[in-house]
């Protein structure tokens, strides 16, 4: 594989790699050293290793092998190191569990055990999500923090008490029975798609989309589509990911946030549509509908318009309707008033916007909440306000693509002004 | 295996106001629970306690033990009985402190002991 020229763009390239594989990385140290702290110690150690080797020998052909292998060599000196009977009994016995490293197959389910431990209901629900993040998609403390609007150290702590917690009171390494496994998937199903957004719109100022991220949402949303075929909420879940995904590619033109009336729908992934559309009739002719399958149902009728224009709003406005009795959030609120002002004009939205900010004002630090509101300035020709609410949302965003479309919507807001 | 204290937390008032056949019930319950901990090969130990009032409280910290009348604790619920048990995890815990509660009525807090230090 060739090395890439400058020993930055390296540096990026291992830290790209490592991200890409940590969570396949601490799921099989987990499993083989079971003990969290002493995975996530191995793993850094192997990217230590990495960044020190590769810039000179180039990325290894399989990265990932390549990291598995290294912190788990790590792993044993370190246990070795510890000079007790028990770890040395440990160690030796882990010499013999050369498992190789495979993309596939069983190390899916390591992942997939490693959630449930990370999702268990003896965990805090908050502490349940950040877990997952770290540890299976591989994000820092720092992005955690930002995503859930807490300070980092609270973040850190959040995560230390978890996993003491997990190692304490000995919560288990495995997919849960059977019979627990239903109630145990609510959990798991809120952390996916936090996963996923996280991927969708990157809170940090790195890549706007992260598709290793939004991919891994979706790869665990299909293993456990597979294992539970006839939980609505499970094909809800795939279904809403998958016709987001499908829009991905359109999303993003040169560096910049492309909105969903603007995009080129011949660019989305016909593929990932037809499978989105067919899991959101798998759960309409359940008829047990939930949160998720209410989200995905909205998306397919978004989908299904082969313009912006041909858009069902008032299909739209029903099911987030639906979905706000059984989630009555701001979020849902909010959304629903960017739907209403398709049906409704503007003037009803930004009222309905309005009231949901005087009710919750910590939407004031969601930047989709600016967004909104500026856009329907926008479209009210309220240019100044529409400009004080773009700089607004510009504040609570790191994502890059997102700052340059909103840097761009702003823009044209000065132009439009010129003639008054 | 790991060791999980299983205890059930109670309001004395509340207790108090059970009625007999009930009350009845509950012990009978209860003691199906014991025998099934002990024919299952987790008991350690297990009992009810009498009413938090009949606490005593020992604070050996100084130079003199003072010994104070009550509860360690000015709250409204008291430990009323607890388990031990030596299970694999903390599913299998959960498990019997589902059955455990169910059989006594109360609210059963889950707390694993320290694991043994190594030899």
Redo the contacts between chains.
Sequence with gaps: MPTAGAASSTTAEVERVFREEYGRLIASLVRRFGDIDIAEEAAGEALVAALEKWPGSGVPPNPGGWLTTTAGNRAIDRLRREN???AKHRAAAMLHDDTPHEPTGPVEDDRLRLIFTCC?P?LAPEARIALTLRLLGGLTVAEIAQAFLVPETTMAQRMTRAKKKIA?????YRV?SAE?LPDRLDAVLAVLFLVFNEGYLSTGPGDAVRAELTGEAIRLARVLHRLLPDEPEVTGLLALLVLTEARREARVRDGVLVSLAEQDRGGWDRRLVAEGHALVRECLARNRPGRYQLLAAINAVHTDAPTAADTDWSQVVALYDRLLTIDPSPIVRLNRAVAVAELDGAEVALAEVDRLVAATPALASYHAFHVTRAELLRRLARSAEAREAYDAALAATDNTAERAYLTRRRGELVVDERPG | MAQYLLSVHGNDEQYAAVPPETMQEMFAAVGAFNERLQSDGVWVFGGGLESATTATVVDGAGDRPVVTDGPYLETKEHIGGFWIIDVPDLDKALEYAAAGSKACQGRVEVRPFQAEPEA
């Design positions: 007790q009977r028990d268990h003896a304490g009171a000995r919560i288990p849960p627990d």
